[in-house]
């Protein structure tokens, strides 16, 4: 399964609401992860099973989705949120998708 | 607290092979499988194959099989990634990553590989 992320790169400012797609080549039946990287860093888990929230990470991270289309959600964007976001497919085989990297306006 | 130790960088000359090891704490062992995960420089995520320390089961991506071999020491809970025939398209970030539930939850903070000669 090809996980296509989209935007590649996201600008946003403080507050605001982001969102971010993952969408897969194939159904994925809610078999999907996000992860957070910073720079030099390894990522993190926030989201499991579609929208599961990792125990610790802050409740404006949310995710959606079904099918093969897929979100995460900030609800307001904090000046610790810039990073690389990847999305992961664990429901037939392992995949990651290409990564959207988030940055303050 | 869940912990994944990598060995320090290394540097191979092509054609060589390298070994990397991630020392996990903080859990059994035994009751997770290990992941390992390849970031080219200023790229995105790879993931190569998980070994089951348990059984010593593995799985590997297809691109991988030929370059990649996972092993796991129960006694010291320890797993390796040993990588062969080195090419500058090997220079990357590995990571191990500990997989729950097929979704990956921790993470080492990875091993830079440079591949030079």
């Known amino acids: 399964i090809q996980l296509t992320q989209s935007p590649s790169l996201l600008s946003a400012s403080v507050g605001d609401r982001v969102t971010l797609s993952c969408k897969g080549s194939?159904?994925?039946?809610?078999?999907l992860a996000w992860y957070q990287q910073k720079l030099g860093e390894a990522p993190k888990l926030l989201i499991y099973n579609t929208n599961s929230l990792q125990t610790g990470i802050p409740s404006r991270f949310s995710g959606s989705g079904s099918g093969t289309d897929y979100t995460l959600t900030i609800s307001s964007l904090q000046p610790e949120d810039v990073a690389t976001y990847f999305c992961?497919?664990?429901?037939?085989?392992?995949?990651f998708g290409g990564g959207t990297k988030l940055e303050l306006k | 607290e869940v912990q994944l130790q990598q060995s320090g960088p290394e540097v191979g000359r092509p054609g060589s092979s390298v070994k990397i090891s991630c020392k996990a704490s903080?859990?059994?062992?035994?009751?997770?499988?290990m992941n390992w995960v390849k970031q080219s420089p200023g790229q995105g995520l790879e993931w190569i194959g998980w070994?089951?320390?348990?059984?010593?089961?593995?799985d590997y991506a297809e691109k991988f099989k030929k370059k990649a071999t996972l092993t796991a020491d129960t006694s010291s809970s320890t797993a390796y990634i040993q990588l062969s025939s080195l090419t500058s398209e090997d220079t990357a970030t590995y990571f191990c990553?500990?997989?729950?539930?097929?979704?990956?939850?921790?993470w080492g903070q990875g091993v830079m590989v440079t591949v030079s000669s």
């Open positions: 990553a500990r997989g729950s539930s097929s979704y990956i939850d921790y």
């Open positions: 992961y497919q664990y429901n037939n085989g392992w995949t």
């Open positions: 070994i089951d320390p348990e059984y010593g089961s593995t």
């Open positions: 194939q159904n994925i039946n809610n078999y």
């Open positions: 903080g859990y059994t062992f035994t009751d997770y499988v």
